[in-house]
Each structure stands twice: as structure tokens, then as C-alpha cells.
């Protein structure tokens, strides 16, 4: 089992960054595989950039160059630095583990808005 606790969603002017965490009740260090998805109101819940155990990234290409995941094995935190957001960044965003089973945080709300 792992629970997952996102956190630093807030709201932003278009243009600025926020960086959000997720925080695991366990050690992530070999977690197969650990992301970031959001769903904005209406839509289906989609990926926005996954982090493996072994470091390599995958971004959804509507994010790609503006935001950048990572992960800090001994805080057992996993991070999304946004920049550059933009008003269709604006969704829930949603932090998620694989680990034989799949887990999901509870979201953190981001509004991208002037």
C-alpha cells in the first residue's frame, strides 16, 4: 500500500510556475513508476509527465519544455515544476504510483487564470 498526498496547487496568473509534490507514506526508491496526470472540468483525466525508477521522464507533449518532473528518493517526494502556465493548464492534477497495484493521490487544484 501507498498513500500519496499532493500539495502546492494554488492560483496563478498565466505565465507564472508553481511546483507541486507528492508525498509517499513509503520508501519510493523502488517504485516502478511515478506520475503526474490532471483533469480538467469536463475532460477525461490525462498524463502530464511520468518519472521511472531508473530516472528517465516522459512528458505529454502539451507540457513538454514548460514543466519538469522529478524525485527526491530520500524525502520520498515526487515533483512537477510548472512554468510558462498557460489557462488550459487549469485542472486538478492527480500524483500516482505503480507498484504491482496502482495508487492515486486525492489532487491539488491548479488555476491558471488572470
Known amino acids: 500500500q501507498v498513500q500519496l498526498v499532493e500539495s502546492g496547487g494554488g492560483l496563478v496568473q498565466p505565465g507564472g510556475s508553481l511546483r507541486l509534490s507528492c508525498a509517499a507514506s513509503r520508501s519510493i526508491f523502488s517504485i516502478d513508476r511515478m506520475g503526474w496526470y490532471r483533469q480538467a472540468p469536463g475532460k477525461q483525466r490525462e498524463l502530464v509527465a511520468i518519472?521511472?525508477?531508473?530516472?528517465?521522464?516522459i512528458y505529454a507533449d502539451s507540457v513538454k519544455g514548460r514543466f519538469t518532473i522529478s524525485r527526491d528518493n530520500a524525502k520520498n517526494t515526487v515533483y512537477l515544476q510548472m512554468s510558462s502556465l498557460k489557462p488550459e493548464d487549469t485542472a486538478v492534477y492527480y500524483c500516482?504510483?505503480?507498484?504491482?497495484?496502482?495508487?492515486w493521490g486525492q489532487g491539488t487544484p491548479v488555476t491558471v487564470s488572470s
Open positions: 518519472i521511472r525508477s531508473g530516472g528517465s521522464t
Open positions: 500516482n504510483a505503480v507498484r504491482v497495484s496502482i495508487y
